[in-house]
């Protein structure tokens, strides 16, 4: 194989606001693929892409909005982030056609990593391989060089601090850490999860019945609502776009949160803060309700954390890489014994790839979404 | 003594923005000082009264300010606040006419304190008394009951939680388990204080000094960064009102901050979050900044929480108090080796009280404001 026609998505220029359509541009490309011999290299078959809302981080320019800190895509050039991959052809020791990888990969049919060393070999396959984009993944450091020539290889600080760190939610270790060693739950605790069934928030609210808390949701639709409840075991949840922010929280919380997973920041983040009870922990895993703003919301109320001695906490998974394989472990039993549940909403082919990356920047998809560019 | 012709201190209304002269009156007034058998009761001289950046909060109306969450001061009343004191008259087998005690007291010549169980006995006097009211003092968690019917004896949060918890910075117990407990500092780790003349900002320096970090003040006026310099032992201090805040940051910080003393929040705190290096502590002691304003800034750079993995903590000095005293002789062994300094700005007399309160509030004090009543 030496070239091949194929399909790939465009970001075709920065985004401003919510993405549209229009920014993205599905063309058909010749790739060549030549794996010269000594290049140590795979060419995969990508079947299963993740939308993830960090990548709205990557869509825009970072002159314009200096306080963006992930490393923006070129327009012109095809997107990049996690997926599953089969191998499809190997000069790298390491890889063997047929294998399946997850990891740093195009938006597109083929791709090929010049070093695949960071890519991930998935050895379980009882379970679907498209979970190794979320519950089952986790994330990498330093990704695979230059892939279409923009890889997500490093955070650019504002003073350029050389830390190579790259930070995304993409796995379920994401959950599984950002609740149980940044918030230490105990038994009887009042937890609040936002995004209550995204592909983080419908994990954290399982976890926290595990531990036997009492865990509350919010989602923008009825049927999240509904869902976070039959299939996640929330104890409730409401729907955040039809009641009063503050009065349900009132409603749900009488006694005050103890434990808030932040998926959403902004204006929520800034309630929340109020309901806290004191040394309320809160886990800042993501802030999607601020990605499409010119200029972030304003918290506030940050004095509550001094008067409640409340802690906000940030994290990165890599300090925790050493929990992945038992993460890996738990939750593939769990799943197999039907004790976790983990719900995808699959978008078919590359020509719905950019509506549902879109779908996720207003609440319409249903679990983690997922783009399937091929069956295996 | 029956009754005693004393001055007083009295908030005649409840203060919107910035404190000011007319908001007190200094009133003669006859305090009937009857301590009856069985009362377990003292009397106490008032000798020095701590001026407090907290008390701004009680000088507000809880019911316009909803936000409020520590009670409010009854308008009429006499002031209350933390001070050092003596024992002029006991009923209470605990205390002896002659001891020096410090705690919540009254802002007056004289005052009755009914159940005199929390106020704490100064036993190490080789040190200023007026020291009881900063670096020595902790504080307590419930006050001495109907001392003016306005005591602060627990936070009313938004919701009523009854957690009985008063949550002050008045001693330098919190620079010291604010610093070493929440900020976890290692030796040669960047650490910036802002108010770095105040009384507990003084301390943050010297502490982070010992532990062998580079650490970097702010202050309002040349004369206070002179003094973080000279007296303090900063490495480098400036004056944030004549800097451009974000300039001087990458200035004194060019590889980024590990560790900030907030003292300050607002748009401080929103600077310093852009300027922190990843695995950054910010300590949340205080907020001074904020406490003049009808509605309290925003802070927009919470996304970098997320993505350099932040931690944000407000605290409470009772959840160290095991340390208190480790800390105390710490501090006075330190202090008398000349190895501690500490600055004190001392007012004197009742007639100037309500001006060294205000001015606090200004940046008019030059280290922890003390308003001297008597001298013993």
């Known amino acids: 194989m030496v070239s091949k026609q194929q399909k790939q998505v465009v970001l075709k220029d920065y985004v401003r606001g919510y993405p549209k359509e229009s920014d993205f541009e599905l063309r058909s490309s010749d790739t060549i693929c030549v794996l010269s011999n000594g290049s140590r290299a795979v060419l995969l078959k990508n079947l299963c ?52 990888v997850w990891g740093l990969t195009g938006w597109e049919e083929y791709t090929v990593i010049p070093n695949p060393e960071r890519l991930n070999k998935i050895s379980h396959t009882g379970v ?7 519950i089952l993944g986790s994330y990498q450091i330093k990704a695979t060089t230059l892939l279409h ?58 976890f926290a019945k595990m531990m036997g808390c009492y865990v509350v949701g919010s989602a923008s639709t009825e049927e999240k609502v509904n869902l976070s409840k039959t299939k996640f075991g929330f104890d409730d949840a409401f729907n955040y776009k039809e009641h009063d922010l503050a009065a349900a929280l009132k409603r749900y919380f009488p006694g005050g949160i103890d434990i ?30 601020q990605y499409n703003l010119e200029e972030p919301e304003g918290i506030h109320n940050m004095f509550n954390v001094v008067v409640k001695s409340l802690e906000i906490k ?56 997922v783009v399937r560019v091929a069956s295996g």
Chains 1, 2 share one sequence.
């Open 260 to 289: 808030y997973f932040d998926n959403v920041g902004g204006k929520m983040l800034d309630e929340v803060i109020m309901h806290m009870k004191p040394h309320g922990r809160i886990a800042a895993c993501g802030m999607i309700s």
């Open 49 to 100: 892409l993740a939308c993830d809302p960090y990548m709205r981080h990557r869509m825009s320019d970072q002159v314009s909005h200096p306080g963006t800190i992930i490393k923006s895509y070129s327009p012109g050039s095809v997107l990049v982030g996690y997926g599953v991959c089969k191998v499809i052809q190997s000069t790298h020791p390491g890889f063997q056609e047929g294998d399946f």
């Open 314 to 369: 940030g994290f990165v998974e890599t300090d925790f890489k050493h929990i992945y394989p038992e993460y890996l472990e738990f939750a593939i039993r769990h799943l197999q014994e039907g004790k976790l549940v983990y719900v995808e909403d699959i978008a078919e082919g590359l020509e719905n790839a950019s509506s549902a990356l879109i779908g996720v920047f207003h609440g319409r998809n249903v679990g983690k979404k």
């Open 128 to 134: 679907p391989l498209s979970y190794y984009t979320g």
């Open 149 to 206: 020539g923009q890889l997500y290889d490093k955070l650019e600080y504002r003073y350029d601090f050389d830390q190579g760190m790259a930070r995304v939610r993409t796995g379920g270790i994401a959950a599984y850490v950002g609740f149980y060693n940044l918030c230490s739950p105990k038994a009887g605790e009042t937890v609040y999860v936002s995004s209550a069934c995204g592909g983080v928030g419908q994990l954290v609210g399982q």
